[in-house]
């Protein structure tokens, strides 16, 4: 079994600030982890993802996360917020067990960045 | 290399009607996974074809089919529509399973 638990269903910032947004996950077996942004009337776009290499990942737009098996956390950092990074962002978890993959998505994260 | 396509882009439908949404992945991708998106439930599950076989399912009724063709593309089938079916439906390939997905645009579906 498997689960995906994205801690702030909104988080805002100023322009410029920091973006921090909070993901645990569970997994019974060897996970790979992504993050996914999406823009209002828009398909899902791959940010960023973790596949048992290195535990800190750095993905588009300067965006990052790190990935801690010892708090079941992948969180995602941003040094500077920008206007353009308002969206939805999704934390999701694919384990494979037998020949079948399932992917589990969180519940989603709105990030407003004001001016 | 094309990105994935789904079509049509918006559906306007009446309840009880049926409704068929169509998925053309990357190339050379032989995965297709579909998810609905909805506000109420954030995006969920339907159901992954790999090869022309369903290989996992979520937990949605019977009125939800899909389909896979030897040439990857996939059809999904929504039967007698409800109300409630009004989502946006995504379509997601990937090479070999539901790792690292590429996601279509989407297809809007009102059902009024």
């Known amino acids: 079994a498997q689960s995906v638990t994205q801690l702030d269903s909104h988080v805002s910032v100023s322009e410029g600030t920091p973006v921090l947004l909070r993901c645990n996950y569970s997994s019974s077996y060897s996970p790979s982890l992504f993050w996914y942004v999406q823009h209002p009337n828009k398909g899902l776009q791959l940010l960023l993802k973790y596949t048992s290499a290195a535990t800190l990942v750095k993905g588009i737009n300067g965006f990052e996360a790190e990935f801690k098996k010892s708090e079941t956390s992948f969180h995602l950092t941003k040094p500077s917020a920008h206007m353009s990074d308002a969206a939805e962002y999704f934390c999701v978890v694919s384990s494979y067990n037998t020949n079948a993959g399932k992917s589990t998505f969180g519940d989603g994260t709105t990030l407003t960045v004001k001016p | 290399k094309a990105g994935v396509t789904q079509t049509p882009r918006y559906l306007i439908k009446t309840r009880g009607q049926q409704v068929t949404l169509s998925c053309s992945p990357i190339?050379?991708?032989?995965?297709v996974s579909w998810y609905q998106q909805t506000p109420g439930q954030g995006l969920q599950f339907l159901f992954e074809?790999?090869?022309?076989?369903?290989?996992n399912k979520g937990n949605f009724p019977g009125r939800f089919s899909g389909r896979q063709f030897s040439n990857s593309r996939s059809e999904m089938n929504v039967s007698t529509l409800e109300l409630g079916d009004s989502a946006l439906y995504l379509c997601?390939?990937?090479?070999?399973?539901?790792?690292?997905?590429?996601f279509g645009p989407g297809t809007r579906l009102t059902v009024l």
């Open positions: 997601a390939s990937s090479l070999t399973g539901p790792n690292e997905q590429f």
């Open positions: 190339s050379g991708h032989r995965s």
């Open positions: 074809y790999f090869s022309e076989t369903q290989r």
